[in-house]
C-alpha cells in the first residue's frame, strides 16, 4: 500500500515529466506482419517543435494517426520531441503534414559529429 501512495505522490509531483506513448494496435500488427513477409520495414523518425505540444494536441495526433495506414506507435518526449513509428512506405512529408494540422515541427537530425557512417 505504501508503495502504491508512494508512485502516486511521484506522478502527482512530476506535472507530467514522464513521456506519453500511443500504440495503434491494429497497425502494429499490420507493420510486424509486413516486416516479418519482407514488403516493409518499422521505422523510427523524430519530429521537434518550436512551441510547446500539449497533451491535447498529443491525443489529437494520436488519434488522427491511428485511423491512417503505416502509423505503429507515437510518443510525446519531455524535450517536447514526438517520435512516430511507422512503416516504411510512409513518407516524411505526410507525417508532417498530420502533426502539422496541429503544431509545427520539422525533423530531428543529428548533427554530422552525431551521425552514423
Not at 50 to 74: H, N, W
Amino acid at each position: 500500500m505504501k508503495k502504491t501512495i508512494f508512485l502516486f505522490a511521484i506522478c502527482f509531483f512530476s506535472n507530467g515529466v514522464f513521456s506519453q506513448t500511443s500504440v495503434f494496435e491494429l497497425n502494429q500488427e499490420k507493420a510486424r506482419y509486413n516486416q516479418s513477409k519482407n514488403i516493409s520495414k518499422i521505422v523510427s523518425n523524430t519530429f521537434v517543435s518550436q512551441t510547446p505540444i500539449t497533451g491535447s494536441d498529443f491525443t489529437q495526433i494520436s488519434a488522427l494517426m491511428r485511423e491512417k495506414d503505416g502509423y505503429v506507435s507515437c510518443t510525446l518526449s519531455t524535450q517536447n520531441k514526438l517520435i512516430v513509428e511507422h512503416e516504411s512506405w510512409v513518407e516524411t512529408k505526410d507525417i508532417e503534414d498530420v502533426i502539422g494540422q496541429f503544431v509545427t515541427v520539422e525533423l530531428f537530425k543529428l548533427p554530422a559529429e552525431h551521425s552514423i557512417k
